[in-house]
C-alpha cells in the first residue's frame, strides 16, 4: 500500500505540473497583443470645420476618463497623417452631446512620445503646423478640436487630451485615449527609384603602336670645292719678221697638145707660194705632219685599189677556165 500511494503521488505532481504548463502557454496565446495603429494618409484644412473628416475611415481611438479602459466612451479620436509634409492631422470630438471646457486652453493638447505638447490652443492657428483651432467654440465651451503638428514618419505614441465639463464640484472630467500613450505607426511608402539604364561601356581600341621613326641618315659631307688651277699665262706671239724681198712666182710648165680623143687637161692654176722668208719658223713640224698624213691616205687608196683589181682578174681568169673546160 505504501508504495503504491507513494506512485501515486508522484504521478498527481507530474499531471499538476503539466496542466499548469498548459494553462501557461494558452494564456500567453490568448492574452492580446497591442499593435501600432495607422493613421489614415492625407491633408486637412486647420479651421474649426469637420467637412474635411471622415469619421469612419480617419477614426483612431476612443476617449475616457484618465484613458481608462473600462470607462465610458465620451469623447473620439481621429487622426490622419500627410507623408508629403510629415504632418500629423487630429479631431478630438465630444460625443453624447457632451461639451468641452475652451476656457481652460491648457488641458487640450496632443502629445507625442511622452513628452511636452506638440500642439495646444496657444500654438495659434497661421497656416504654418502647429495649428489649432475649436470646433463650434462659444469661449466657454465647444464640441471639441482640431489640430496639426510637425512629426517626422516611424514608431511613435501617442496622447490626446481634453476636459469635459460637469456638474462636478471641479466642474470638468480629463479625458484622454485609452492607454493615454497608444502606440502609433507613421508609415510612408518610399518611392520606388527607376535604376538608370546601364550603359553598356564602349570597348577603348587598343591604341595602334607607332612606328618608330626611322633614323635620318647623317648628310653627306660636302666635297670641298676643287681649287681653280691658276690660268696659264698666255704666251706672246712671235713677231713675224719683216719680208726680204718677193720671190718671183713659178711659171707652169707647158701642158702638151692632146693626141687622140683625150679631152685636153684642164690647166690647174698654179697656187703661188708665199715667199720662203715670210713663213714662220714654228709652223715647219704641222705643214710636214699634214703631208704626212695625206702621203699615207694616198698610198692606202692604191693599194686597196690594186687588190680589188687583182680579185676581180682571178675571178675572170676563173671563169674563163670553167667555160673551156666545158667544150
Same mark, same amino acid.
Given at each position: 500500500?505504501?508504495? @503504491?500511494?507513494?506512485?501515486?503521488?508522484?504521478?498527481?505532481?507530474?499531471?499538476?505540473?503539466?496542466?499548469?504548463? %498548459?494553462?501557461?502557454?494558452?494564456?500567453?496565446? &490568448?492574452?492580446?497583443?497591442?499593435?501600432?495603429?495607422?493613421?489614415?494618409?492625407?491633408?486637412?484644412?486647420?479651421?474649426?470645420?469637420?467637412?474635411?473628416? /471622415?469619421? %469612419?475611415?480617419?477614426? @483612431?481611438?476612443?476617449?475616457?476618463? %484618465?484613458?481608462?479602459?473600462?470607462?465610458?466612451?465620451?469623447?473620439?479620436?481621429?487622426?490622419?497623417?500627410?507623408?508629403?509634409?510629415?504632418?500629423?492631422?487630429?479631431?478630438?470630438?465630444? *460625443?453624447?452631446?457632451?461639451?468641452?471646457? *475652451?476656457?481652460?486652453?491648457?488641458?487640450?493638447?496632443?502629445?507625442?512620445?511622452? /513628452?511636452?505638447?506638440?500642439?495646444?490652443?496657444?500654438? %495659434?492657428?497661421?497656416?504654418?503646423?502647429?495649428? @489649432?483651432?475649436?470646433?463650434?467654440?462659444?469661449?466657454?465651451?465647444?464640441?471639441?478640436?482640431?489640430?496639426?503638428?510637425?512629426?517626422?514618419?516611424?514608431?511613435?505614441?501617442?496622447?490626446?487630451? &481634453?476636459?469635459?465639463?460637469?456638474?462636478?464640484?471641479?466642474?470638468?472630467?480629463?479625458?484622454?485615449n485609452i492607454g493615454q500613450n497608444a502606440p502609433m505607426e507613421l508609415v510612408c511608402a518610399q518611392p520606388t527609384e527607376t535604376p538608370a539604364p546601364t550603359e553598356r561601356p564602349t570597348q577603348t581600341p587598343a591604341p595602334t603602336q607607332t612606328a618608330a621613326p626611322t633614323q635620318t641618315a647623317a648628310p653627306t659631307q660636302t666635297a670641298?670645292?676643287? *681649287?681653280?688651277?691658276?690660268?696659264?699665262?698666255?704666251?706672246?706671239?712671235? *713677231?713675224?719678221?719683216?719680208?726680204?724681198?718677193?720671190?718671183?712666182?713659178?711659171?707652169?710648165?707647158?701642158?702638151?697638145?692632146?693626141?687622140?680623143?683625150?679631152s685636153p687637161a684642164t690647166s690647174r692654176p698654179v697656187r703661188t707660194l708665199p715667199p720662203t722668208d715670210t713663213l714662220d719658223a714654228s709652223s715647219g713640224p704641222v705643214s710636214t705632219g699634214a703631208s704626212l698624213v695625206f702621203i699615207l691616205l694616198g698610198v692606202g687608196s692604191l693599194a686597196t685599189v690594186v687588190v680589188t683589181l687583182?680579185?676581180?682578174?682571178? /675571178?675572170?681568169?676563173?671563169?674563163?677556165?670553167?667555160?673551156?673546160?666545158?667544150?
Amino acid at each position: 500500500m505504501r508504495g @503504491f500511494t507513494g506512485r501515486r503521488m508522484r504521478a498527481s505532481t507530474r499531471s499538476a505540473a503539466m496542466i499548469a504548463a %498548459g494553462v501557461l502557454a494558452i494564456s500567453l496565446v &490568448i492574452v492580446p497583443t497591442v499593435i501600432a495603429a495607422q493613421p489614415s494618409s492625407g491633408k486637412v484644412t486647420v479651421d474649426g470645420n469637420t467637412g474635411d473628416w /471622415s469619421l %469612419g475611415a480617419d477614426f @483612431f481611438a476612443n476617449m475616457t476618463p %484618465g484613458g481608462s479602459a473600462g470607462g465610458a466612451v465620451l469623447a473620439k479620436l481621429y487622426l490622419r497623417y500627410d507623408c508629403d509634409d510629415e504632418v500629423l492631422y487630429a479631431l478630438v470630438l465630444m *460625443q453624447n452631446g457632451e461639451k468641452a471646457r *475652451q476656457n481652460d486652453p491648457p488641458e487640450n493638447y496632443i502629445r507625442i512620445d511622452g /513628452s511636452g505638447k506638440a500642439v495646444q490652443p496657444s500654438s %495659434g492657428n497661421d497656416g504654418t503646423p502647429p495649428d @489649432f483651432a475649436w470646433v463650434n467654440g462659444d469661449g466657454e465651451l465647444a464640441d471639441g478640436w482640431e489640430a496639426s503638428a510637425p512629426v517626422p514618419p516611424g514608431d511613435h505614441t501617442v496622447r490626446a487630451h &481634453i476636459k469635459r465639463a460637469d456638474d462636478s464640484d471641479d466642474g470638468y472630467t480629463s479625458l484622454d485615449n485609452i492607454g493615454q500613450n497608444a502606440p502609433m505607426e507613421l508609415v510612408c511608402a518610399q518611392p520606388t527609384e527607376t535604376p538608370a539604364p546601364t550603359e553598356r561601356p564602349t570597348q577603348t581600341p587598343a591604341p595602334t603602336q607607332t612606328a618608330a621613326p626611322t633614323q635620318t641618315a647623317a648628310p653627306t659631307q660636302t666635297a670641298a670645292p676643287t *681649287q681653280t688651277a691658276a690660268p696659264t699665262q698666255t704666251v706672246a706671239p712671235t *713677231q713675224t719678221p719683216a719680208p726680204t724681198g718677193s720671190v718671183a712666182p713659178t711659171t707652169a710648165p707647158n701642158t702638151p697638145a692632146p693626141t687622140g680623143n683625150v679631152s685636153p687637161a684642164t690647166s690647174r692654176p698654179v697656187r703661188t707660194l708665199p715667199p720662203t722668208d715670210t713663213l714662220d719658223a714654228s709652223s715647219g713640224p704641222v705643214s710636214t705632219g699634214a703631208s704626212l698624213v695625206f702621203i699615207l691616205l694616198g698610198v692606202g687608196s692604191l693599194a686597196t685599189v690594186v687588190v680589188t683589181l687583182g680579185g676581180r682578174r682571178r /675571178s675572170l681568169a676563173r671563169v674563163e677556165v670553167k667555160e673551156t673546160d666545158k667544150h
